[in-house]
């Protein structure tokens, strides 16, 4: 897997955000973040957990909790495919929203610029009530052509001095979230998918119930995403 063409944070002009000496540098969190990622898929210690419909999920254990891994076929191109997984007022003309259908209740995006946009997003309550409303602070990172031609988007967690947890509703930590997009040998218009994420969704929750929920969720989206996609959702939005 080839590296991508982001450029180093000190050659991106400041802007927003950026200009500020004291701000963190969004831009080297995203980069270690996804040596971190492409580590963990070369890694032999995943264990299978679903296999069904052309998704396969996985989990491995690492320091910062329980890791998941899930991986399919869509019918789009990586740079087409980045769309999918991208919040839709976000600068890569998302689509998640207008397809998904999930307990995802509201996404506000607090800082943007053209290498980075920062998001709170909140989840509904899930699992009947079991799990109740989380929100998240995730930066997101991309690349939209790789030197394989592939494509990423990570969205790791940070802390927001806009937005400090609080009691209510609970704050979730997305200790990695990355999807990356390979293309299909000899087919480039569509894409090998695979979707990391540890979750710590915060709480006196039972480790079965997060399981449950994080498998079912990946399985989910992956299905409604594959749907979306085999009917060219992103040739009319």
Same mark, same amino acid.
């Given at each position: 897997?080839?590296? !991508?063409?982001? &450029?180093? =944070?000190? /050659? /991106? +002009?400041? /802007?927003?955000?950026?200009?500020?000496?004291?701000?963190?540098?969004?831009? #080297?969190?995203?980069? %270690?973040?996804?040596?971190?990622?492409?580590?963990?898929?070369?890694?032999?210690?995943?264990?299978? $957990?679903?296999?069904?419909?052309?998704? *396969?999920?996985?989990?491995?254990?690492?320091?910062?909790?329980?890791?998941?891994?899930? @991986?399919?076929?869509?019918?789009?191109? +990586?740079?087409?495919?980045?769309?999918?997984?991208?919040?839709?007022?976000?600068?890569? %003309?998302?689509? *998640?929203?207008?397809?998904?259908?999930?307990?995802?209740?509201?996404?506000?995006?607090?800082? @943007?610029?053209? #290498?980075?946009?920062? $998001?709170?997003?909140?989840?509904?309550?899930?699992?009947?009530?079991?799990?109740?409303? *989380?929100?998240?602070?995730?930066?997101?990172?991309?690349? $939209?052509?790789? @030197?394989?031609?592939?494509?990423?988007?990570?969205?790791?967690?940070?802390?927001?001095?806009?937005? +400090?947890?609080?009691?209510?509703?609970? *704050?979730?930590?997305?200790? =990695? !979230?990355?999807?990356?997009?390979?293309?299909?040998?000899? %087919? +480039?218009? #569509?894409?090998?998918?695979?979707?990391?994420?540890?979750? %710590?969704?915060? !709480?006196?929750?039972?480790?079965?119930?997060?399981?449950?929920? &994080? $498998? !079912?969720?990946?399985?989910?989206? =992956?299905? &409604?995403?594959?749907?979306?996609?085999?009917?060219?959702?992103?040739?009319?939005?």
């Amino acid at each position: 897997m080839a590296e !991508g063409n982001s &450029q180093p =944070a000190d /050659t /991106t +002009p400041p /802007t927003d955000a950026s200009a500020d000496a004291s701000s963190p540098d969004y831009l #080297k969190i995203i980069a %270690n973040h996804r040596e971190e990622l492409l580590t963990a898929m070369k890694a032999t210690d995943w264990v299978e $957990t679903k296999n069904k419909d052309g998704i *396969r999920i996985t989990y491995r254990m690492t320091d910062k909790g329980k890791m998941f891994r899930c @991986e399919y076929e869509v019918d789009a191109s +990586p740079k087409v495919s980045i769309r999918y997984c991208s919040p839709a007022k976000g600068p890569l %003309n998302g689509l *998640r929203e207008k397809f998904r259908k999930s307990a995802l209740k509201s996404v506000e995006i607090i800082e @943007e610029t053209e #290498k980075y946009f920062i $998001t709170r997003e909140v989840l509904g309550s899930a699992m009947m009530g079991l799990i109740s409303e *989380r929100d998240l602070i995730c930066v997101y990172g991309w690349d $939209t052509e790789t @030197e394989d031609k592939g494509a990423y988007i990570l969205h790791p967690s940070i802390e927001h001095p806009k937005y +400090p947890p609080k009691d209510k509703p609970v *704050r979730a930590i997305k200790h =990695a !979230g990355g999807h990356f997009f390979f293309p299909v040998e000899g %087919n +480039p218009d #569509k894409s090998n998918v695979v979707v990391l994420i540890v979750l %710590n969704m915060g !709480g006196m929750l039972p480790v079965s119930v997060v399981d449950s929920f &994080q $498998t !079912g969720a990946m399985f989910d989206f =992956a299905t &409604q995403w594959k749907d979306a996609a085999a009917k060219k959702f992103h040739e009319s939005n």
